[in-house]
């Protein structure tokens, strides 16, 4: 499944932005599933760095379900340490971020991990307890980035209910006033995702690793949480300044997103199953060009998408005016076809937290009408193909390999969409180098 490590392909790093992941720099000996030697354990015995015992197989029949039961563990485990130190800390803080844990989504990141390492020739007892136990970790910094992204962005919803902070606002003694439950709400949920944190990077700490599979895995880790804080202050940067340029809401989104949700978790996978420099730059290539396009879909969910489905509530980009690919190339092409009632729509709504349903729906329609919508998803696809094409070139899609291509393929997946009324293709008409940055 992939070329076998050798010397001289040890020094090979991955391509920028991710200058730091370095695949393991000499070779040694860890049992894959078939029996046959794979890199990662110093010449040791899996047994002699493992503490868990896991059954592959049963992991594969339902990963998510393998992941959540691993997270009671740890978070059990978590809960009872905090009720040492306080009962109402335990109590009201850490049985929150527990539970705001447990109910997470589709386990993606923590699934990307897991697919990874098999594919990248690993697969011992010893190589999926170190996957998975990372997997809990990626579910738990993944509570530290919502919490904080809510009370940043102010977001009332999340996962169709209330928001951290909200939730806890909401729980306070009728005697506080409006304004003290608010900051009161916002600071422990601040606290809670400083929680999460601690207790995802304590997670990876207690991995068992050899140790310079570990000295792999902790580069990766700490990049992914340096990468993570930077692309959400881009993000909050571009509000502050109104930025609109397509590249750099690209770049925002690669950092934001990409790297965060893709590209890192298929590193650490293969990282873990101690896959050669050439493989692990593939991969994070082919992570890159997907995350960007999860990253641009979950822009176009966030204006056309259903509540309902996507358990937030709609238009929360443009009331914030978030420095969004999708609003950057709207205003791009609005400008470029001198549309000036499209321009004033857009002046009126982006930012514009008193934003009304109808106000929402005048967005839609010009990003229909000036094609930008139809511009993003075309980069979608895009962006898709070429991730795929990157990991066809390090992966035969067969056994766990096609699994993490399925998944991957999903990740960006084109959702269906209403019909477009006044669309216009995204060629139509002249557009600027800014404008067409958003079609390339």
Same mark, same amino acid.
């Given at each position: ?12 790093? $991955? +391509?920028?932005?991710? !200058? ?8 040694? %000996? ?15 015995? !899996? ?6 015992? %896991? ?76 996957? /998975?136990?990372?997997?809990?970790? /990626? ?56 929680? $999460? ?18 000295? %792999? ?16 202050? /881009?993000? /909050? ?25 893709? %590209?890192? !978790? ?40 259903? +509540? ?18 999708? $609003? ?19 002046? *009126? ?53 096609? *699994? ?14 209403? !019909?477009?009324?006044?669309?216009? +293709?995204?060629?139509? $008409? ?11």
């Amino acid at each position: 499944m992939l070329r076998r490590t050798r010397a001289k392909d040890q020094h090979a790093a $991955a +391509p920028s932005p991710a !200058p730091r992941l370095v695949a393991p720099a000499r070779p040694a %000996v860890r049992r894959r599933r078939d029996g046959r030697a794979a890199a990662g354990t110093d010449g040791a015995d !899996p047994a002699d760095v493992a503490s868990v015992s %896991v059954d592959p197989d049963l992991v594969d029949a339902d990963v998510p379900a393998a992941i959540g039961r691993a997270l009671e563990q740890v978070l059990a485990d978590r809960l009872t340490r905090a009720g040492v130190l306080d009962a109402e800390f335990a109590g009201e803080l850490g049985e929150r971020v527990a539970r705001f844990t447990k109910e997470g989504g589709k386990r993606t990141r923590s699934q990307l991990v897991w697919w990874s390492m098999p594919a990248c020739g690993g697969g011992d007892e010893a190589t999926a307890a170190a996957a /998975l136990q990372i997997g809990v970790a /990626l579910e738990l910094i993944q509570t530290c980035a919502l919490v904080h992204d809510d009370v940043m962005d102010g977001s009332a919803l999340r996962r169709g209910r209330p928001a951290f902070h909200t939730e806890v606002r909401d729980g306070c003694d009728g005697g506080t006033s409006p304004g003290r439950a608010a900051r009161f709400g916002a600071a422990a949920a601040v606290l809670a995702g400083d929680l $999460a944190l601690a207790s995802a990077d304590d997670v990876v700490a207690d991995t068992a690793l050899d140790p310079w599979t570990a000295s %792999v895995v902790r580069e990766v880790w700490s990049d992914m949480r340096t990468e993570m804080v930077a692309g959400q202050f /881009l993000d /909050l940067r571009g509000q502050l300044s109104a930025s609109r340029s397509p590249s750099q809401a690209l770049r925002a989104a690669q950092l934001k997103s990409a790297l965060y949700s893709v %590209v890192r !978790p298929l590193a650490l996978g293969a990282a873990v199953a101690g896959a050669d420099g050439r493989t692990m730059e593939a991969l994070c290539s082919a992570g890159r060009h997907v995350g960007a396009a999860f990253q641009l879909r979950d822009d176009l969910e966030d204006v056309f998408g259903d +509540p309902q489905r996507t358990g937030k509530d709609c238009g929360g980009d443009i009331r914030e005016g978030k420095p969004t690919y999708l $609003a950057a190339v709207t205003v791009a092409r609005a400008r470029a076809k001198a549309d000036l009632p499209a321009l004033e729509v857009l002046e *009126r709504a982006l930012g514009n937290r008193d934003l009304t349903r109808a106000g929402l729906d005048e967005v839609r329609e010009v990003m229909v009408r000036t094609g930008a919508r139809a511009a993003v998803e075309a980069k979608i696809d895009r962006l898709s193909a070429q991730g795929l094409r990157h990991f066809d070139g390090a992966l035969h899609a067969v056994g766990p390999a096609s *699994r993490l291509r399925d998944l991957l393929s999903a990740h960006a997946a084109r959702a269906a969409a209403p !019909p477009r009324a006044r669309s216009q +293709p995204a060629s139509d $008409a002249p557009v600027s180098s800014e404008a067409r940055e958003g079609v390339r």
